[in-house]
């Protein structure tokens, strides 16, 4: 399991990096299933949780188009939130931590977080 951190004022940094160029055929968000847990703590609601990582998967492009995914979302906490990818098969791609400090997670938080998961489906679903 890999853990990212998000400190204030360092959001761009904590999740920067190129995406790799994986010749894959992207996949449509209508083939993402999502789901969030405590969305009390998630300071934003589930279809807009969930909205931001089906984008984030869909344009990394990692993913096989034609195959179903799910994301497993859960907000642990007001500033610590957990996503799991997985396939059809249940077959887990990634299993990631999100921490945030100094503010609440929030829509721009959960995009760093996406981002940065989509990244990590992209590295591994590609090797």
């Not at 010749?23 to 931001?52: K, Q, R």
Request: glycine share 8%.
């Amino acid at each position: 399991m890999r853990r990212y951190a998000l400190f204030a004022g360092l959001a761009a940094a904590a999740c920067a990096g190129a995406s790799p160029d994986t010749g894959a055929h992207a996949v449509t968000t209508a083939e993402i299933s999502c789901t969030l847990e405590g969305a009390n703590f998630a300071g934003v609601v589930a279809d807009e949780a969930c909205g931001i990582f089906r984008r984030a998967l869909a344009e990394e492009g990692a993913l096989t188009a034609g195959n179903r995914y799910s994301v497993a979302l859960t907000a642990r906490s007001a500033d610590s939130a957990r996503a799991v990818v997985s396939d059809a098969d249940g077959t887990v791609i990634a299993d990631l931590d999100f921490d945030v400090m100094d503010t609440p997670l929030s829509a721009a938080s959960w995009e760093q977080f996406a981002r940065g998961v989509a990244r990590e489906v992209a590295r591994k679903h590609t090797h």
